[in-house]
């Protein structure tokens, strides 16, 4: 008696099993291709496959792999090396890029995230600049590349604590935000930072360095980007 009422209870679990599986298989179906990537958080729902990577920074490849010992980069010319020993006005390599690697055409957007902070800094010939007095400054700055085909999306930059935004939209060669085909590489948006020329003394070792992710939906069945970030915006909530 005991062993039959085991496998009846066995038999309902699979059964309950069953039925939860069938339906997360639905839900995923019903869901919009989505990907959304940093350096710290890389995750990807449906089949958008983007990889955001920084040769010049980390080594790492368009296809997410990295360079092997016979075609490296030196490490000591890595950014992220050179990043550990920062300085007034050092200019240190760092490139990131997108690869559409899907099969999808989908609309991509890329976000930079700057620190600011409340310093007193100097031109390039050592005379300080708003009259030696402090200000909020962008701890780093860099030189958008004219052939990313990335542009400023409206309303930016934005704040976020102690940082400002800035978010770029893909245009190609024109002004209004376009889909990046299915296997389509976009070039780095930029080549290099820049730290601020703070006076000595005002930064510590803590400072957060410059932040770049992306985030990217199908443009399949949208009428027009809107549309799309919008549904963006909704599922990601």
């Known amino acids: 008696m005991e062993t039959s009422r085991r496998r009846s209870n066995n038999r309902i679990k699979l059964a309950a099993t069953a039925c939860i599986l069938a339906f997360l298989s639905l839900g995923g179906t019903l869901a919009y291709m989505t990907d959304s990537e940093s350096a710290d958080n890389r995750f990807t729902v449906g089949k958008v496959d983007f990889n955001l990577y920084e040769t010049s920074w980390d080594g790492e490849l368009p296809d997410g792999t990295y360079a092997t010992s016979s075609d490296a980069t030196p490490s000591d010319a890595l950014g992220v090396n050179q990043a550990e020993d920062m300085y007034a006005g050092k200019e240190i390599p760092k490139d990131p890029a997108i690869k559409n690697n899907s099969k999808n055409d989908a609309y991509v957007r890329m976000t ?126």
């Not at 909020?136 to 004219?146: G, K, R, V």
């Not at 085909?149 to 940082?163: N, S, W, Y």
């Not at 985030?215 to 599922?235: C, M, V």
């Open 112 to 237: 930079v995230k700057i620190p600011v902070a409340y310093v007193t800094t100097a031109y390039e010939d050592g005379n300080l600049t708003n009259g030696g007095q402090p200000r909020d400054t962008e701890l780093f700055s860099y030189n958008l590349n004219p052939d990313c085909g990335m542009k400023l999306a409206p309303g930016q930059p934005t704040v976020e604590g102690d940082c400002h935004v800035y978010e770029y939209m893909y245009t190609g060669d024109g002004w209004q935000e376009i889909p990046v085909p299915a296997g389509q590489d976009i070039p780095p948006l930029f080549d290099s930072v820049s730290f601020a020329n703070v006076v000595g003394g005002q930064i510590d070792e803590n400072t957060e360095f410059i932040y770049v992710d992306f985030k990217a939906i199908q443009s399949g069945g949208f009428n027009s980007p809107e549309e799309a970030w919008s549904a963006y915006d909704h599922q990601s909530n």
